[in-house]
């Protein structure tokens, strides 16, 4: 069976109320949701909820509209707004309690608790409930996956911590409903179900995978979206353009998608405040007009601009410039005309907080941000209004939203206000950090008795085990927890870790992920105690799972490198660093490890990319022991383990040799190792007569040593049997001129060497065999020379 698509609940301004095919149908659109109906139609659900019998296709109908009743009256009262008094409702929740139990309870998964602030939980079980009797008599409904994945985002949304099962229910939905794609026939609802997945991947911290389905949706709509550079100014009194990004979106086929005005014309959306700064303009002006005018896109597509500017902010790294590349997208949002409510909502909620670094926009971001939370409250737009599009629109719960605006507070010094609203949604470790801020901690400790003895939970006797240092805190919520809680575990480690007690920390924090496996901050501090402790093994699989879980902290993949060097895996620690330094490119500490570990396993390419990086990041940097290896390995012929060509990496390598030249002339081993690339003797000799001047300066009492003197003579001996074989020898480019004047040059450095060591009383008896040499091969070069002079 295939309910209609309209028991999506997609409200838009096209679907009119009297076209619905049935009355319950019309009630859920309607968007008033009566109490009395509700009732009746539960108790004739209850009655029947256990009976195996198939239903007929009115019962089925009529039990989804009674699912999502109850799902979307849930969804209002803790995400979309208004909230309207419960007063009406209390009675029929208390009725529903002893029948589906407590919420709090029920609703708990991995052992993370619900937050305090859902309300009508009830209403989530029973949904939970239906659909789940739905499921099993239709298996291969879409309409019924789809609401069952909206109903794990819901659920995973008022667990304030990630949870391994409901991501596990969420893959295999996803799955399946990718799979089933085509059974939809509509091409709206085709779009709006990849958004939907995307979201729910990025609820769950997934980039990469959302990338990949958001990719895919632009193939199936024929959407390229394309930031382009535009000249543009920024301020008021700019003189000169400068290039401005500015998004682009492109159709190459028309998908016939409704526009906004179609869809969501009636809806008067909230604006973007004016910032009134004396410098900068409300919006880039750009100096061609028609850049100026935004694009007017379907909803749709404003939902998936919305999509991919919050992917994009995942997976990229948290700085200025990031937030600078994700503006064209916030902005085209921003100026939309027409467009879903919720879109709006979060495109504005996304502004705040890429605004909120900015010393001139960050006032702007605090009253936003306020104006959000107002629009809540407020009665100036329908349920219909604030449900359109809006699981593609990425909801929030209405606390969350509180949170953002309390973080803005904070940034802006406003600790009292921060707290008022954080003791208003119960929001404890907060309130705790914000007592701390006003050095009133025993304020804190005493708040949280008092809650405790109203209502007792595992974060609340965490958080007093914090507050006071106690570990009978922790003992007491372990065992609150029934041995359940992940939450307990992990703030008894995290005890035992700030106060470097490893081995005690280690072993609460592996029981918390053999609970909640999702929770990032936990691996990483099992991970760093096991490094201090020298744990190879456990160290490995706590980074290897933190970077799947969050692949964008270069600390981790660092610390993942040493952890494989430790083990002699040195082929993956050379895959993890290369992973790292995506994550920052400009750390130089990355870059050396990846250097010496590239060096250690012949990636010799990679090696010299990292010192060329490093050069730029620090001035005067020298590595001469990974000049040396990477140099004579690759003179030598050996093979890089990329299999590289030799050609390839002598050309890289010559390069690098040359800026080093350049930079560090007077260190002598840059140019004997130069001279090894030098490609023919000529070349050689040339480089080979710099690294005896550069010795000779640098070593000034080289003649009074005899190692010092030793290497002197080599140099010399080298340098004139290069310059002697240059005679035969030579490259087609190379003159006759060229060759006679390295030849006088190694001649007299030949000289200078020898009448140094000559001056000397004190003659070392290892060295005259060599000097005997360079005596020989310097009166043939001079007669050499003198013949080509005569000539």
């Known amino acids: 069976m295939q309910f209609h698509l309209n028991y999506l609940c997609n409200f838009n301004d096209r679907v009119k109320l009297e076209d619905l095919p049935s009355e319950s149908l019309k009630r859920v659109w309607s968007g008033k949701w009566c109490t009395e109906k509700l009732e009746h139609s539960l108790k004739h659900w209850w009655n029947q909820k256990d009976d195996a019998n198939q239903l007929t296709v009115e019962e089925s109908e009529e039990l989804l509209c009674v699912a999502l009743e109850l799902l979307l009256a849930f969804i209002q009262q803790n995400f979309t707004g208004p909230f309207c008094e419960l007063t009406e409702l209390e009675g029929f929740v208390k009725e529903l309690q002893p029948l589906v139990g407590d919420f709090f309870v029920e609703l708990k998964e991995n052992g993370e608790e619900i937050n305090p602030n859902v309300v009508l939980g009830e209403f989530l079980l029973i949904s939970r409930a239906i659909l789940n009797k739905l499921l099993s008599l239709h298996k291969d409904c879409v309409v019924l996956h789809w609401w069952h994945l909206r109903y794990i985002c819901i659920h995973q ?44 991947y990025l609820q769950y911290h997934r980039g990469e995978k959302a990338s990949e389905i958001l990719d895919k949706l632009c193939q199936h709509l024929s959407v390229n979206l394309v930031v382009k550079g535009l000249l543009g100014v920024r301020t008021k009194f700019q003189q000169k353009p400068l290039p401005q990004l500015c998004l682009k979106v492109q159709q190459t086929q028309d998908q016939n998608l409704p526009k906004a005005q179609e869809t969501n014309g009636e809806t008067s959306l909230p604006k973007l405040l004016l910032h009134e700064d004396d410098t900068r303009l409300e919006r880039i002006r750009f100096i061609e007009e028609k850049d100026n005018e935004v694009m007017t896109l379907p909803s749709v597509l404003q939902a998936l601009v919305l999509s991919k500017v919050r992917q994009l902010k995942r997976c990229q790294p948290k700085d200025r410039l990031a937030d600078e590349e994700l503006e064209p997208y916030t902005h085209t949002l921003l100026y939309q005309q027409h467009g879903p409510l919720q879109v709006r909502q979060s495109a504005l909620l996304l502004n705040c907080v890429q605004e909120s670094n900015h010393r001139r926009t960050v006032e702007r971001s605090w009253k936003q941000c306020e104006e959000a939370v107002k629009l809540l409250c407020e009665h100036n737009y329908s349920t219909k209004e604030r449900f359109s599009y809006a699981f593609a629109g990425f909801l929030q719960p209405k606390w969350q939203i509180q949170l953002q605006l309390c973080e803005l507070l904070l940034s802006l010094g406003m600790v009292k206000t921060a707290l008022d609203i954080y003791l208003k949604i119960q929001a404890w470790e907060q309130v705790i950090d914000c007592y701390t801020r006003l050095e009133l901690r025993h304020k804190a400790a005493e708040i949280i008795e008092q809650e405790l003895k109203k209502t007792p939970t595992v974060l609340l006797y965490c958080l007093l085990g914090d507050a006071t240092d106690s570990l009978d805190c922790y003992e007491k919520a372990w065992e609150f927890s029934k041995h359940t809680s992940g939450k307990a575990q992990a703030h008894w480690g995290n005890y035992y870790f700030f106060h470097k007690q490893y081995e005690e920390a280690i072993e609460h924090l592996q029981k918390s992920v053999e609970i909640n496996s999702l929770q990032e901050k936990i691996w990483l501090r099992l991970g760093y105690a096991a490094i201090m402790l020298e744990k190879w093994e456990l160290a490995v699989h706590a980074y290897i799972t933190y970077t799947h879980l969050e692949p964008l902290g270069f600390e981790s993949w660092n610390n993942l490198a040493k952890a494989l060097i430790k083990l002699g895996d040195k082929q993956r620690a050379h895959k993890v660093l290369a992973e790292s330094l995506k994550c920052n490119y400009n750390n130089w500490k990355v870059w050396e490890n990846f250097m010496v570990v590239s060096v250690d396993t012949g990636n010799f390419e990679d090696a010299m990319n990292a010192y060329n990086r490093l050069s730029e990041l620090k001035t005067h940097y020298l590595d001469l022991e990974v000049l040396c290896i990477t140099t004579t390995a690759i003179a030598e012929g050996k093979p890089d383990a990329k299999g590289q060509t030799q050609e390839r990496l002598l050309k890289k390598a010559t390069n690098l040799m040359g800026h080093q030249c350049v930079k560090h002339g007077s260190e002598p081993k840059i140019w004997e190792l130069a001279a090894l690339l030098a490609p023919t003797p000529l070349k050689k000799a040339d480089k080979l007569v710099k690294a005896f001047r550069a010795y000779t300066a640098k070593e000034l009492v080289w003649v009074t040593k005899q190692p010092f003197a030793q290497k002197a003579l080599e140099l010399c001996l080298e340098m004139s049997q290069k310059s002697l074989e240059a005679i035969t020898n030579h490259s087609e480019d190379e003159s006759e001129v060229m060759i006679t004047s390295q030849l006088n040059s190694a001649r007299l450095a030949d000289q200078a060497c020898i009448r140094a060591i000559e001056k000397e009383p004190t003659k070392f008896p290892e060295n005259l065999e060599l000097l005997e040499n360079v005596k020989t091969l310097l009166e043939e070069m001079t007669a050499h020379v003198k013949q080509r002079m005569g000539a």
């Open 157 to 200: 949304h008022i667990i304030d911590e990630l949870t391994s099962n409901l991501y596990e229910q969420l893959k295999i939905e996803a799955d399946w409903l990718l799979t089933h794609l085509d059974q939809l026939n509509n091409r709206e609802y085709e779009a709006l179900l990849y958004l939907e997945i995307a979201n729910s």
